[in-house]
């Protein structure tokens, strides 16, 4: 008996240990769980409310006056059910603007809300907003202005401690953040306690980012760092919302700093890159971050945003949109109508996967029992079908049970195991011809998800080449879908996005 137990323990840690060998390993560089959870959510918002919103400013100069600041119907719960009903996973808020102000009461400056009329000087926003996330089911984080305008003591070491002390207010006051926004702009002119002068920072190592990183995984392990280089999600290189089609989750980590201005390698990422660093596309839904009554008409419609969303979640990026706050201190009815109408279009769009019931899948090489095409439609994100060690490219093929309308594709890979498809192609069959469907864009990276859109085919099959990768392809979802009625504006999107003239 003791025997046999001992056979078949022998057995079970042969087949466990098999079962092991057979996951494709790893490729890196990789992300951590907290950058894959961070990339599911998709879309964000942004929050950019401050003294800017009741002086018509875009960069306030440091010097608005206290009183300025008085939002008198404020309703963070209002936020968030906008934010929640436009399909939102989270809100960051402008906790300090370039202006200095703060949104919370910290301890360490004046110039806050404790000193406005708001609230009598006992409002918190940064609070509210935490509580009204609770409330709704939002993830919450914070942007943290590194240059302030109105301290007198900017750019002296000084002013570093206070920029380090804030930070720990706002990492430790507020509960679970998932975002962390070190903005890019930096020293110049400003108010800086009554010299209005110029002044110069070194970029690189002024604010000592290292300790104020230490910092923040201290107190926040899952907080995702933001800024042009990371090191928990990079800019993109633009502020209108969108990537590059293809688009690495890499950079060269010590090449990028804040204030890097090679856009267009932010927008791409570097093939070549150590660490990973996910793009995040940020755009506000009017022409200005901050709120202006001039743009009440100038809100981006519902197709544009569902433009921007195929070019930034569909270009392996995640979409971070903001809301100007009015100075009612509302989401303005213009803004939540367009940006609830954009989700339903997302919804209707791509809510129906053809290949989850309507067809069957053959692949032309599997890695293994563990690892079939069949999971590519189960909706379970950490099933996924892989290739054999050696195999960098294959071919998926789902045939329908009978003819469909498609008009986009929807492709996944693994990231849990790296980034790794570096081009494929998408066709459809013709009778007895395969085509290829007209993305109008490079079919190369795919990464964490890429969507494409084309001109409605009528078809009874699809297949997916991928023709080269950096290892075994592992890929976890495939979706094909028919959007009705979305022809038109695909077509007439193509024409607005000429790559090349985009880059800006
Ligand atoms: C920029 C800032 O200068 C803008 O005011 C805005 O906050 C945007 C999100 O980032 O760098």
Request: proline residues 5%; neutral net charge; aromatic residues 14%.
């Amino acid at each position: 008996m003791k025997r046999l137990l001992t056979i078949g323990l022998c057995l079970l840690t042969a087949s466990l240990a098999l079962a092991q060998e057979e996951a494709p390993a790893p490729i890196a560089p990789l992300p951590t769980k907290y950058q894959v959870a961070w990339q599911q959510m998709e879309t964000y918002a942004f929050i950019h409310f401050g003294t800017n919103t009741f002086l018509d400013r875009e960069w306030g100069y440091g010097d608005a006056p206290l009183n300025s600041f008085n939002p008198t119907r404020l309703d963070c719960e209002q936020w968030a059910r906008t934010l929640k009903a436009a399909g939102m996973k989270g809100v960051i808020i402008t906790a300090k603007h370039h202006d200095g102000f703060c949104l919370w009461p910290t301890q360490y400056t004046d110039y806050s809300v404790r000193n406005s009329p708001f609230r009598d000087g006992k409002g918190d926003v940064v609070g509210e907003l935490a509580a009204a996330c609770k409330k709704y089911g939002l993830k919450m984080g914070v942007y943290l202005s590194p240059w302030d305008r109105h301290q007198a003591f900017y750019g002296t070491p000084l002013y570093v401690e206070y920029f380090h002390a804030q930070l720990e207010e706002l990492m430790t006051q507020y509960g679970e953040l998932f975002e962390v926004w070190f903005d890019g702009a930096n020293g110049g002119d400003g108010y800086y306690g009554g010299a209005r002068e110029e002044r110069k920072i070194d970029h690189r190592k002024y604010y000592d980012f290292p300790r104020a990183h230490k910092m923040v995984f201290k107190h926040q392990p899952q907080a995702i760092i933001f800024s042009d280089g990371g090191p928990g999600c990079r800019w993109v290189g633009n502020e209108k919302g969108y990537a590059f089609p293809t688009n690495w989750s890499f950079l060269r980590i010590n090449d990028v700093y804040p204030g890097y201005a090679q856009f267009e390698e932010l927008q791409s990422g570097h093939a070549d890159g150590d660490t990973w660093v996910a793009a995040e596309c940020d755009v506000s839904i009017r022409p200005g971050w901050f709120y202006h009554e001039s743009e009440d008409d100038r809100v981006k419609t519902p197709e544009y945003l569902t433009d921007l969303y195929y070019r930034s979640v569909g270009h392996n990026g995640t979409l971070l949109l903001n809301f100007p706050v009015d100075r009612d201190g509302l989401i303005h009815p213009n803004d939540s109508a367009n940006a609830v109408d954009f989700r339903k279009r997302i919804e209707a769009e791509l809510s129906n996967n053809l290949l989850v019931k309507g067809a069957t899948v053959k692949a032309s090489d599997t890695r293994d029992k563990a690892f079939p095409a069949k999971v590519l439609t189960d909706g379970n994100y950490d099933t996924y079908w892989a290739t054999h060690d050696g195999v960098t490219s294959a071919t998926l093929t789902f045939t329908f049970k009978r003819q469909q309308r498609v008009n986009r594709l929807s492709l996944q890979e693994y990231i849990p195991l790296g980034q790794r498809v570096k081009a494929f192609t998408a066709e459809y069959l013709d009778g007895k011809q395969w085509r290829k469907l007209d993305t109008g864009e490079e079919t190369t990276t795919i990464g964490y998800k890429r969507l494409l859109r084309f001109p409605t085919v009528t078809t009874k099959a699809l297949r997916i080449s991928i023709t080269d990768s950096r290892g075994p392809v592992c890929l976890n979802a495939v979706g094909a879908y028919y959007a009705a009625g979305a022809e038109a504006s695909y077509k007439a999107d193509t024409r607005k996005y000429d790559q090349q003239k985009l880059l800006r």
